[in-house]
């Protein structure tokens, strides 16, 4: 079974910059993809962006798409995302996931496994 344990996050200013980690153990190499989802106060949780495992394809979110990338570390079975230009918007918890068989990336209900999650905060 994999498991994965979130880094970074925390609060920052309009148009700041932040990077979040997130670490596979156990079982990794029965990942497909990895994902990173958020979930505002009274929002649904929102698919932000996804990887499969291999590196390629990258799929993002339309709110996010040109100002955050995902990236992933084989080596460190870890996966990143980096966000740019951050707006109050993007305040949320964030959360990733794992995909252990192949389906839709955007789904949050085709992936098995999530971290503990991480809050975001920008500040206007």
């Known amino acids: 079974q994999v498991q994965l344990v979130q880094s970074g996050g925390g609060l920052v200013h309009t148009g700041d910059s932040l990077r979040l980690s997130c670490a596979a153990s156990?079982?990794?190499?029965?990942?497909?993809?990895m994902g990173w989802f958020r979930q505002a106060p009274g929002k649904e949780r929102e698919f932000v962006a996804a990887?499969?495992?291999?590196?390629?394809?990258?799929f993002y979110g339309d709110s996010v798409q040109g100002r955050f990338t995902i990236s992933r570390d084989i080596a460190e079975n870890t996966v990143y995302l980096r966000m740019n230009s951050l707006i109050p918007e993007d305040t949320a918890v964030y959360y990733c996931?794992?995909?252990?068989?192949?389906?839709?990336?955007?789904?949050?209900?085709?992936?098995?496994?999530w971290g503990q999650g991480t809050q975001v905060t920008v500040s206007s």
């Open positions: 996931a794992a995909q252990t068989t192949v389906a839709s990336m955007s789904d949050p209900t085709s992936y098995a496994i």
């Open positions: 990887i499969r495992w291999s590196g390629f394809p990258t």
């Open positions: 156990g079982r990794a190499f029965s990942t497909v993809a």
